[in-house]
């Protein structure tokens, strides 16, 4: 497998696809919802994931796709090569706010990551890694996290899992809240892990999340060090829903066993 | 008292601060804390609040000048005219991330906000109205923002106040997060003013702001058509720290009553 190759692809492909979505702005975007009235959807959002598809499929015919509109194949192992994809991660952002959302890919081998990619679209950052060769925003190489304090960390989390009863405590995540030096909320998880690989956020913390939510973003956190689970504190499998918490290395363990506790 | 002119002045030496903070990522900058440790401040606000302090008595010696890092004027009555300056309004963002900071100027008139700004320094953007003249976003008019629902709202709030027993009944504020579309928390008030101007959030709230965080996004917000009010429903002052909710106008009244609870 050329994974330079891939690569380079890939990259031509995001940077197509940013151009298409920021054209978009000057059209009339149709919004529809999916499984409740605030997951929403575009027909940018399903336009730019046939997009990657076809191309991909053209390029390799033996890799599969799974892609967040489901237009890709049915995913349940990954075996062989698999991208996995979001064509827009925060779509409630590109809808309210045409801006603070990305592109996310993950291409995995054998359940391995193999090339990450996260593009802020608007702001023209390209999040991208390659296994065992760093990570990079634009043409300039992250450096591997440090460990900090919980008391100097900054940490992303949605307020929606302060009131959670399903999936983790709401009451006991709260207590993070008050132990950090603050928290910040974007609305697109592959920008908030994107953000702790790049040391603007210390942790990033969700209840659940889907596999083209994190896919891209995984393998660009462990290229910088950044330890990624589920919040089990096991791996996540990236062909279902699961928890996440990224972070520094030494904050990981101490989150998780201080303000994480899972709700059956 | 020709406003145009100092407008023009304004817009000048905003841009010349932007500059000058985006010149400061490149050397070593000295930070400290104030009231408590997650109070930070640097050396770059310091010498931008001096920069612009120095900048409007030398242009207006009868102007007072009201700054949050203290080189200003004492300030307890809006007579006259009162420049109200946050040289950099989310310290925290400017230290951790580099971005998602903003210079923040009110100009008040006997207690009459007449000119407003947030520049956010690393987008090149700049908020920016003048009384009864509309609020502009760099070259293009905001519109007057229209009604909405909470249901399709996208709401500003740190995490903070759900754990609030001071100001404001952190519980009950949970209860917007679960009826609203989503909430966001970017780490400025300045900014998050501006992007309820811009509809880019449908309302922010906070329990606690300085004159500082508020004064030059009150008079953006105004020009729009947005609602600014305290907790209690009534106009802030700008000499003392208050809580705020600012949002469309049809939303206003309806979080007021459903989601605040003022704790003494």
Known sequence: MDWDKI???TKSLIKEAGHKIRNSF??????????????????????IEQFFIQNIQFAFPDHRVLGEEGYGDQVTTLNGVVWIIDP?????????????FAISIGVYEDGVGMLGYIYDVVRD????AKNGAGAYLNDERLPRLSDG?????????NAR????????????????VADCRGTRSYGSAALEIAYVASGKLDAYISGRLSPWDVAGGVVI???VGAITTNFKGTT???VQPDSLIVSRPSLHAFILQNYIEVNA
Do not use: C, P
């Open 88 to 100: 827009i991660d925060g779509t409630m952002n590109f809808v309210h706010q045409k801006r603070n």
């Open 26 to 47: 000057f059209e009339r975007i149709q919004i529809e919802s999916k499984s409740n009235v605030n997951d929403l959807v575009t027909n940018i959002d399903q336009e």
């Open 161 to 176: 899992w302060f009131n959670a009863k399903r999936y983790v405590n709401g009451g006991k995540l709260l207590n993070l």
């Open 7 to 9: 690569d380079r692809f």
């Open 236 to 238: 996540l499998n990236f």
């Open 221 to 223: 956190a462990q290229e």
């Open 149 to 157: 304090s919980i008391e100097e960390a900054v940490i992303g989390v």
């Open 125 to 128: 950052e390209l999040y991208a």
